[in-house]
Each structure stands twice: as structure tokens, then as C-alpha cells.
């Protein structure tokens, strides 16, 4: 599975911005689908999930601020609004297979500043 996640960009405390992330290969072995983050000097951190059921979780620290989507021919998008300085990172989107196995792509970078 190659994954390749674009939408970054800077954006001002407050403001929105929606990534997207592509998926390709063996797509139809993809069970869960993720954005992580890694900001400067952290650890990556997964921040929110959506099964091939739907079935959606988020991080506290972005419910009621992000929204996940995934369309059957499994790209998702990660909308992102309210943002704050604490969110600028670099995100990836990665998957888990039906087989348990981990694929990420290349992260796209958010900057949150005035």
C-alpha cells in the first residue's frame, strides 16, 4: 500500500485547513485508516482513525475540532479547523491492513502562526 498526504500549509490560529491523503496499491487489504502527527521534538501521536466500518475515534485533543472521512476508494481527508499553534506538525496518514500489517507516506507540514 503507498500512501502520499498533501494539504499542508501555513495557516493563522483560528483557521481551517483540510489534508488528503491517497491510497494506492493493495487497497482493498486496508481495515483502518489514521493521521498521525509529529510535531518538532515529540513523538509521532496518532490523532484520529476511521474503520472500513466507519467507525471513528479522535485524540482529546482535536475532538470537535477535526473531522475524518474515508470514501470507498479509500482516500481520506482530515478537515481541520480552530486551529492552534499547538497543532502545527507534520502529519502522515497511515493504514492498517486486515493482515495487521503498518504502511505510512510522507507527511505534509502544518503551520499554525500569525
Known amino acids: 500500500v503507498q500512501l502520499q498526504a498533501s494539504g499542508g500549509g501555513l495557516v493563522q490560529p483560528g483557521g481551517s485547513l483540510r489534508l488528503s491523503c491517497a491510497a494506492s496499491?493493495?487497497?482493498?487489504?486496508?481495515?483502518?485508516m489514521g493521521w498521525y502527527r509529529q510535531a518538532p521534538g515529540e513523538q509521532r501521536e496518532l490523532i484520529a482513525t476511521?474503520?472500513?466500518?466507519?467507525?471513528i475515534w479522535y485524540v482529546d485533543s482535536v475532538k470537535g475540532r477535526f473531522t475524518v472521512s474515508r470514501d470507498n476508494t479509500e482516500n481520506s481527508t482530515l478537515q481541520m479547523s480552530s486551529l492552534k499553534s499547538e497543532d502545527t506538525a507534520v502529519y502522515y496518514c497511515?493504514?492498517?491492513?486486515?493482515?495487521?500489517?503498518?504502511?505510512w507516506g510522507q507527511g505534509t507540514l502544518v503551520t499554525v502562526s500569525s
Open positions: 476511521i474503520t472500513r466500518g466507519g467507525s
Open positions: 497511515g493504514v492498517r491492513t486486515i493482515g495487521n500489517s503498518y504502511y
Open positions: 496499491g493493495n487497497i482493498f487489504s486496508i481495515n483502518v
